[in-house]
Each structure stands twice: as structure tokens, then as C-alpha cells.
């Protein structure tokens, strides 16, 4: 997929969201399985890390949108400490690229309006699963699940109310393309006054 050899200065874009879009199309048009999937890295305010993958929902000139129940542990952690980390790697196409920013919940018509888009059965698990709480076995779970299956079997379902998006908003992007003998690129966009400046930074 990369057929350039070299990533450079002249060639990124001035924009971080529009240089983002053109990676990211590429990838979402190739033969990658999921590339929508994303590490995203999370803290408490008291520095204690969590890292796990989660599914880029939305993006556009504001943000990076995903949906979670906000009662998780990235929940607990992102209402501690908006501050959180995105890591997209193809390595398919040995690429790869960092966000660093704030987070924010998304409006509730817009988590509303998302979740009616989902398939039942993944409407069904949001109420059945207490994101991150300890159960006692895979019974429990089922068991819910089948408690709101039943409960809804004749209406739609509603979205949980600790159910929803979250918008990281970026202030800094890394783009790294892998280069021979480890020279790789890497290059940042660093938001500075309103302005995204562009620097190299060695591998």
C-alpha cells in the first residue's frame, strides 16, 4: 500500500486532519481486516495507565469519536483525567499514527442516534454487560442478556443511560512510516496559538 519511499515535509499535509483522512481512506479501502481498530491509552489522575483497542466510530475536523459505557474503567479513568492517547498501527502498510489530546462526552442525541444504528444483539449486550465490573462467572452475563432480550422483545431498544461517545479532541499527531535500517519518519503536528506546527523528529 505505502508506495512511497520516503515521507516528508513537502509532501504531508498542512492539516493534520486532512493528512490523517488520506492515510486512514487508504487503509478502510485495502484488505486490512479492521482498520478502524485503535489503542487508546488512558490514565487516573493519580498516573495509574490502562491501554486497550477500541473502534473508531466517527472523526471530522474536531475530534476522534468512540463509544463506551461510561461507567468502565476507560470511563472512570477518562472522567478522572480527560487526557488520553490514540495509537492507529497498519502494519501491512508500516504505518503508523499517534493522537495525544482531551476527551469529552459526545451530546446525548448523538450517542442516542449512533446506538439506534447498532444491531439489536449489540444493543441487547450494552445492557447486559456492566463494563468492567467483576461477575461471577459467563452464566451471569448470559443471563442478562437474555433478561433484556425478554424485556424488550416487543419494543426498540433504549440506550443505557451510562452508555455513550467519547470525542478526543487533539492537540498533537504523530505520522510514522517505517523507513530502511530503522530510519524511519516521523513527523508532528503540534497545536501552538491556534496553529498546527510541523517538525521531524528522529526515529
Partial sequence: ???NKHFSEKTINPNPFDQ???????????????????TLASA???GHISARTVLLKDYNETGFIFYTN???????????NPRAALLFYWPESCRQIRIEGVTEK???????SYFRTRPRES???????????????????ENRY???????????????????????IPDWFEFWQEGEFRLH??????KRNNLWVIERLAP
Avoid at 23 to 37: C, D, G, M, Q
Avoid at 185 to 190: A, I, S
Fill in 1 to 3: 500500500m505505502n508506495d
Fill in 44 to 46: 487516573f489522575s493519580d
Fill in 20 to 38: 490523517f483522512k488520506f492515510w486512514y481512506k487508504e487503509h478502510l479501502i485495502s484488505s486490512i481486516a479492521i482498520p478502524e481498530a485503535v
Fill in 123 to 141: 444493543q441487547l449486550s450494552a445492557w447486559a454487560s456492566e463494563q468492567s465490573s467483576v461477575i461471577p462467572d459467563r452464566q451471569y452475563l
Fill in 146 to 168: 437474555n433478561f433484556y432480550k425478554n424485556k424488550f422483545s416487543d419494543i426498540s431498544v433504549e440506550k443505557p443511560r451510562p452508555w455513550g461517545g467519547v470525542k478526543l
Fill in 70 to 80: 461510561y461507567n468502565s474503567r476507560k470511563g472512570s479513568q477518562l472522567s478522572s
Fill in 106 to 112: 459526545v451530546p446525548e442525541k448523538d450517542s442516542e
Fill in 185 to 190: 519518519d516521523r513527523l508532528t503536528y503540534t
